[in-house]
């Protein structure tokens, strides 16, 4: 299992390989709400929130 933090989910390239990575089945990945939240609300300290997508299956608590 892998936590993935909003640093390696804000990049659109890095979190798409990650995603990809976790979804052929070679680790599990995870995040919570908390993690989420800077990136949708634009304060990550990079330029403005993303969406995130509803078929991301990672969320835990």
């Known amino acids: ?3 993935f933090d909003a ?3 804000y990049p659109n390239a890095l979190r ?3 995603l990809r990575i976790a979804q052929s089945g070679f680790v599990q ?7 989420l939240d800077p990136m ?3 304060t ?3 330029t ?5 997508p509803a078929s ?3 969320r835990g608590s």
């Open 16 to 18: 798409d390989l990650l």
């Open 29 to 35: 990945a995870k995040w919570t709400d908390e993690i």
């Open 1 to 3: 299992m892998v936590l």
């Open 40 to 42: 949708s609300s634009g």
């Open 7 to 9: 640093n390696v989910l």
């Open 48 to 52: 403005g929130p993303i969406s995130t």
């Open 56 to 58: 991301w299956t990672g």
């Open 44 to 46: 990550s300290g990079r």
